[in-house]
């Protein structure tokens, strides 16, 4: 069970080296990747299509990442540790036999 969870753990975090790495190229203004690779205008060929890559991009490895997540809770959880069992009482003493006690006379 372990593995899966290890398994699970390393690709969420190249998910998200993936995620920041896309999101530090792209530049709010307009510039970023498609402005060093294809010039400041949007006219060029190529500018449009890399900006629509950066945006399929981020939304896809976001929605991986929670995906993963998910996965893993739900694979890798315990029910046991979730919603434990109230354990019943149990009796540990036998019940008590009656006994006639002898009297011993007095002197």
């Given amino acids: 069970m372990?593995?899966?969870?290890?398994?699970?753990?390393?690709?969420?975090?190249?998910?998200?080296?993936?995620?920041?790495?896309?999101?530090?190229?792209q530049n709010p203004k307009g510039g970023g990747l498609s402005g060093t690779f294809g010039g400041a205008s949007a006219a060029n060929f190529g500018v449009q299509r890399t900006n629509d890559f950066m945006e399929k991009a981020t939304w896809t490895l976001g929605t991986t990442i929670v995906v993963l997540i998910f996965l893993s809770i739900i694979l890798t959880g315990k029910p046991s540790q979730v919603a434990p069992s109230i354990p019943t009482p149990v009796k540990s003493e036998a019940p008590v036999k009656n006994v006639p006690v002898k009297q011993t006379p007095e002197k």
């Fill in 2 to 25: 372990s593995t899966i969870f290890t398994l699970f753990m390393i690709l969420i975090i190249i998910a998200s080296i993936l995620l920041v790495i896309i999101i530090m190229a």
